[in-house]
């Protein structure tokens, strides 16, 4: 297939999958203070120019998700660098969205996870040594390494604890943006159910 | 190809050149009243559901063009049947977009396809019948009729006159979205050229 | 009362009033072609950059209305010349807001200015003098003056007839934006009661 | 003055603030991975609700800051409590804004405050008492406290240092949202020389 036909795939399923979300009031509450991204990789991609995400990202306006701007090429660092070092390891992910971390969406993704057989993890920042935090690109491999190694495998569902100075986060991988997205859709409906109308 | 995938190229085609739209101020002077629309139709669209457009259109804030939501089928009624009927004769074409009519857009619009040899073309709703206007559905085919059978083909620019209650428009047509996106950026930077800027 | 809180108050009250028309989903039935806009003029107003008004218009996104950008002065120029000129013959009138015309909407609008004992008219552009309409600026005075003899004072609900190549628009004037935004629900709640769902 | 005019001021003024940063590309590199928030209390503010802020924030698209909504009181909750909690020390103080931390943003920002003679502080989180992190509600009064005590009365400038799942964070204090918007994007045009183009 050729690269232009390649970059339309993966921009128009990232669009639809936008769109998924920006239907979906109850994934508000799935929202985090940094935001949502949401990346879809080209095949082969090796930097974060080959990966599409949401011009500015997924925010919350009037009780519902709203993008900021367009999916496109290069809109992501951290979450497409993510992407990036996951596939060395599972190649068939080419997707992810972070949303938010806290005891009940853990609790929530847990049920998802066991129900759906879906294996999960998380990245304990606390291990991280100094001298990888410190200089500049190491840290992604360390983490991903860290994940897979204490997971024993590639979770599709995992969160990144709280570290100094970063917000803790889930993400959840997958094939394409929409198969992401149909699962962060279910959880944020799940979540909904499970917290006082009040918090929200 | 799998319908979804049709979909996805659509999309991802669709979001491509409303980015590169929203990249050019010139574009700014081209925004009608009612707005652009940029439609790009799946194959073998029959509705306006099978054809993808802008939510909402594309507007000027701040001096940018700016898409109000995403690409999405079913974002749009008058372009998306004007491209369904346009393929009655043409079936090589699939996206359309739609922009200012003025007498020096029509200047502009002239040179250019003289240099490209690209078929000119209007309609003319002074030649309406009151029947074909009254009755709901009926305008269109007679306008792409009118359109083809007075330019001696399916012409790839062209203006619709000015009607009662209609504010008169120009329009190019292409085989997808980044195709007809190019042609609406080249001749908004000539005829950016030819205004004075204090009248835009 | 200094002019930089003369501008806080009309920004604000402005900003106001588009978050009411943002929650009210009635609203999105009518957004005419051409968007709608909502100004408010500072006092003694002679120019559209003593207007304020919402840049890029409110259109509709989602099924809900949206503004494109920010309130800000000179954002208009028709819809501000409109006020401006208005206030020749009522100087109480400071803001107004355009909207869809359709007969429909003439019947609610009728009722209402009949419940509310409000003087309702209409521009009948088919009267206008052809030098009027060819000379710049010539034609507002020219419209506000026709719908100001014709209906004996200035009605606060009126529309402007269809043109060549102009859609016709129902205007609502008032003291201020939260006034007319007032009005516009109003009557976009009863506009949608009237109308069968499958037609908006 | 009625509370109906100070709401308006406050949300005109607010509106106008936006439209500054938004018109002002170098205040982009200064946009934190939270978003910024622009807040603007009423007189006598007890609750968030009482505190207008931009709905969704300011993120930035296309190279340019961009509001998410519009202005609206109760749209903040953090940034909304600090400026009520900062008015028990300083009545003054109506807005603030917040915005990117790094140790170029520190030396700008300390140059800037020398040379205006404006009090220059910082929240140091690591000093956060384990039982007060834990109480709800119970952060922000300690924070402004320690704050007020380590400077020597109410900075205009300062930073909250990273804690444990938190970005550190500059805000500017002021009486209302224009004047700490100017500050911000004089210490953005700062910043922007200082840093290589590359890295932004």
């Known amino acids: ?6 970059v339309e795939i993966v921009l128009g399923n990232l669009g639809y999958a936008v769109g998924m979300l920006e239907d979906c009031p109850e994934f508000t509450s799935l929202i985090p203070e940094v935001r949502v991204n949401l990346v879809y990789a080209l095949p082969g991609a090796t930097t974060p120019n080959e ?12 009780g519902f998700p709203r993008a900021s701007g367009m999916p496109s090429l290069g809109a992501s660092d951290h979450m497409a660098r993510l992407i990036i070092e996951v596939r060395n ?3 068939t992910v080419n997707a992810g969205i972070n949303f938010k971390y806290d005891k009940v969406v853990v609790d929530v993704v ?7 057989r879906i294996l999960f993890g998380w990245i304990d920042r606390t291990k991280e040594p100094a001298e990888v935090a410190k200089r500049d690109g190491a840290s992604m491999p360390w983490k991903i390494k860290q994940l897979v190694v204490s997971s024993g495998g590639v979770p ?6 709280e570290g100094w100075g970063k917000e ?11 198969e992401v997205a149909t699962i962060a859709i ?12 009040h918090l929200t």
Do not use: N
């Not at 995400?53 to 919350?60: F, K, P, Q, S």
């Open 168 to 178: 803790p986060l889930f993400v959840a991988l997958g094939k394409d943006a929409v």
């Open 186 to 197: 279910e959880i944020a409906r799940r979540y909904r159910q499970r917290i006082p109308s």
């Open 89 to 91: 390891y599972d190649p």
């Open 1 to 6: 297939m050729a690269r232009t036909e390649q």
């Open 110 to 116: 847990k049920e998802y996870c066991s129900e759906h």
């Open 156 to 161: 599709r569902l995992f969160y990144e604890g």
């Open 51 to 62: 990966v599409a995400a949401v011009e500015g990202r997924i925010t919350a306006v009037g």
